[in-house]
């Protein structure tokens, strides 16, 4: 009877032991665009911003491994849908267009493992595919890699449920050949997601 007891106890307190060594997570939110100026339709009397990327929303998964008391690794994947639009055209044309995002992030947490509240820093690197009208994500996209950085807080709600926020930078040289086009996309990330940790 002793034994069961004991294993129970065990059994009990395996989480608080193993704290917050491997998550799962789904979120969602805003892609806010910065520099978000492809280029134009013509090299001459053209501006860099007559064609750009415009704001959007967009989900993804994440899934996190804690295997140091500070040091977390990610692996991401994010959808990201917003418009192409065409600032010279009268009328000014928007076109549907989807960004897909694969990276790797490490994290730095401000507290160890096992705390409810784990604000933490973030830095990687991605690769965004960028799918243009009438394309699809394995045909007809613009692949770019590119890196990342940006922090938030991960909370431990009850049991193996947790809430996370984000706010991300995700830098980019910019997709495709327009003329007058220039420097880097940068791609702002806000988002809130929910998710099972062990």
């Keep these: 009877m002793k034994r069961l007891v004991l294993l129970c106890l065990l059994a009990s ?6 704290g917050q060594y491997f998550e799962t997570w789904f979120t969602g939110g805003e892609s806010l ?11 001459i009397a053209g501006n860099k911003d007559d064609v750009e990327l415009t704001n959007g929303h967009r989900f993804g998964f994440r899934v996190a491994f804690n295997g140091d008391r500070l040091i977390g690794h990610e692996l991401f994947y994010t959808y ?3 418009h192409i639009r065409y600032n010279q055209l009268t009328p000014i044309v928007e076109d549907s267009m989807a960004i897909h995002h694969f990276g790797y992030d490490m994290l730095l947490y401000a507290n160890h493992e096992g705390n409810r509240f784990r604000p933490f820093a973030a830095g990687g690197v991605q690769m965004a595919n960028y799918v243009p009208p009438g394309s699809n994500a394995f045909y007809g996209g613009n692949l770019k890699f590119g890196v990342n950085y940006g922090g ?23 997709p495709f050949d327009f003329p007058l086009k220039s420097g880097w996309l940068r791609q702002n990330e806000l988002s809130a997601g929910i998710g099972v940790v062990f």
């Design 80 to 82: 990201n849908q917003t």
């Design 152 to 174: 938030g807080l991960k909370v431990r709600v009850a049991g193996i449920w947790a809430l996370r926020l984000d706010a991300r930078q995700y830098l980019t040289p910019k």
């Design 33 to 43: 665009m910065a520099a978000g100026g492809l280029g134009s339709l013509t090299p």
């Design 13 to 18: 307190a395996a989480p608080a032991a193993w």
